[in-house]
């Protein structure tokens, strides 16, 4: 009983947004919008460690990002509805798996077997590999799509408007 009772207290310590450890951002273009946390290198290494490789992943600090499209668009080359999404990824070493699904409001990627259902697009898209390593997730909108970047790891997905 107190083990149940010290992880729901600690669960419902993780979910307040005042405990929230990384500063949050909102992102805009033309049709697209994006709130993630952006949590810091710290001198951890990042892609195959802090966030291990072949598993889903927030893709931000705390709740998982939520990306809204304005209008039907083309989304990494597939057909994709406008609306609001969580966004997970699966990280490898050569490509990303980018992952939209209805629920939102989820905590981290905890509970994703339980509401992966509930996905609406799923497509890979390549790892480009820099040379300098960004300290700060960053996440970049334009016109065309967005670019997550953090260590020494870009992706972009092109994200167009019909």
């Known amino acids: 009983m107190m083990m ?16 929230r450890k990384s500063p949050h ?29 072949d598993q889903v992943w927030r893709a931000g600090a705390d709740e998982a990002t939520e990306i809204t499209i304005d209008k039907p668009s083309s989304f990494a080359g597939r057909q994709m509805s406008s609306g609001t999404y969580s966004l997970f990824v699966i990280p490898s070493k050569d490509k990303w798996t980018i992952i939209l699904n209805r629920k939102l409001g989820e905590w981290g990627a905890f509970s994703y077997d339980k509401i992966k259902d ?13 040379d300098k390593a960004v300290e700060q997730f960053t996440t970049t909108v334009a016109d065309d799509g967005f670019r997550m970047e953090w260590d020494k790891t870009s992706v972009f997905v092109p994200v167009k408007p019909y």
């Open 4 to 19: 149940l009772f010290a992880a729901s207290t600690l669960f419902a310590q993780h979910k307040a947004p005042e405990n």
């Open 25 to 53: 951002e909102t992102v805009k273009a033309k049709n697209v919008s994006i709130t993630y946390g952006r949590p810091y290198k710290n001198g951890r290494d990042i892609f195959g460690g802090l966030v291990p490789y």
């Open 118 to 130: 509930q996905n609406v697009m799923q497509v890979d898209v390549p790892v480009k590999h820099l």
